[in-house]
């Protein structure tokens, strides 16, 4: 069984990480740089990321590759070196969670950042191409699980999961992100995900990012309600982002996101973490609202 599929099927709730790209830039990174370029450059900030949410209770970390496609290095001039910059980025979590007992990699896949067709200009199978170029990476440099996130079109899902079975045999799960109407910016419905999940034959779907913890929370219980056969995962932003003397500043702290944990939880997520505007403090604190033990 794999590494992932073991933790699920021992554990009833599974504490995730934090933010990358927020922690990336406390650390120095710059605005408009490509943080999945920080996985060369500066190999130890990212190890270090991981280790402090590691040691803050996570056991579930996502590579730093949100961005790591073919479509969005091109914009830095990085899209010929896609293969390397996942799998440095795998084997860099992968040395970190090899420090500590039973603690999963989870292989960060975003999306492409176009629109598919006939919206905008991105077939299915460029999509899917891309996301396989992706998922080879990732899963050559040591992930448990290919962890495809922020998503706002079934489509693009579709591509993505198409892609990653076409080169690896990992498991995937499936995050999409929701507007306040409870919609992604594409129309998909909670209900609509879930649906979607069986067919493919995800191993957890869930939702990420958003505008906060309560509209992600009422996403949760909907999915709940739907039926959803599979864990729920709940990793919400910390809080709304306010910009304060140039800075961008999330007004979740800590005992917010712990409370936010609290309900998510009850209202069916097993698998519980935090998005942008989150730190280790952030899961430090989520970690004792959920009684799990340090």
């Known amino acids: 069984m794999n590494k992932f599929e073991q933790l699920l099927?021992?554990?009833?709730?599974?504490?995730?990480?934090?933010?990358?790209?927020?922690?990336?830039?406390?650390?120095?990174m710059e605005a408009g740089q490509a943080p999945?370029?920080?996985n060369l450059?500066?190999?130890?900030?990212?190890?270090?990321?991981h280790r402090a949410y590691i040691e803050a209770g996570s056991n579930v970390i996502l590579t730093n590759t949100f961005g790591a496609n073919r479509f969005r290095l091109m914009r830095h001039k990085l899209d010929d070196r896609v293969r390397e910059i996942n799998q440095t980025?795998?084997?860099?979590?992968?040395?970190?969670?090899?420090?500590?007992?039973?603690?999963?990699?989870a292989g960060s896949m975003g999306p492409t950042g176009e629109l598919m067709a006939p919206l905008g200009k991105l077939s299915f199978e460029d999509a899917v191409q891309a996301f396989a170029e992706q998922a080879a990476g990732l899963s050559s440099g040591g992930v448990d699980v290919i962890w495809i996130e922020t998503m706002a079109d079934l489509q693009e899902v579709k591509a993505a999961v198409q892609?990653?079975?076409?080169?690896?045999?990992?498991?995937?799960?499936?995050?999409?992100?929701?507007?306040?109407?409870?919609?992604?910016?594409?129309?998909?419905?909670?209900?609509?995900?879930?649906r979607l999940a069986g067919e493919?034959?995800?191993?957890?779907?869930?939702?990420?990012?958003?505008?906060?913890?309560?509209?992600?929370?009422?996403?949760?219980?909907?999915?709940h309600k739907a039926g959803c056969q599979i864990p729920i995962i709940a990793k919400a932003n910390?809080?709304?982002?306010?910009?304060?003397?140039?800075?961008?500043?999330?007004?979740?702290?800590?005992?917010?996101?712990?409370?936010?944990?609290?309900?998510?939880?009850?209202?069916?997520?097993?698998?519980?973490?935090?998005c942008c505007g989150s730190s280790p403090d952030h899961i430090r604190e989520m970690r004792r609202a959920l009684f799990l033990d340090l």
């Open 9 to 28: 099927s021992e554990s009833k709730t599974i504490l995730l990480d934090g933010a990358m790209g927020t922690m990336l830039m406390s650390k120095g």
């Open 36 to 38: 999945e370029k920080m």
């Open 41 to 49: 450059d500066h190999p130890e900030i990212v190890q270090e990321i």
């Open 89 to 105: 980025a795998a084997r860099l979590a992968r040395q970190v969670a090899d420090e500590f007992p039973n603690v999963i990699v």
């Open 163 to 194: 892609g990653t079975r076409s080169v690896t045999r990992l498991p995937i799960v499936v995050t999409m992100t929701f507007e306040s109407r409870g919609r992604t910016m594409m129309g998909v419905t909670p209900e609509q995900l879930v």
């Open 200 to 223: 493919l034959e995800l191993s957890a779907v869930g939702a990420n990012c958003g505008k906060g913890p309560q509209e992600l929370e009422a996403v949760i219980e909907r999915m």
């Open 238 to 274: 910390a809080g709304i982002p306010k910009l304060i003397e140039g800075k961008v500043i999330y007004d979740g702290s800590p005992e917010i996101m712990a409370e936010h944990a609290r309900v998510v939880n009850q209202s069916g997520a097993t698998l519980i973490g935090a």
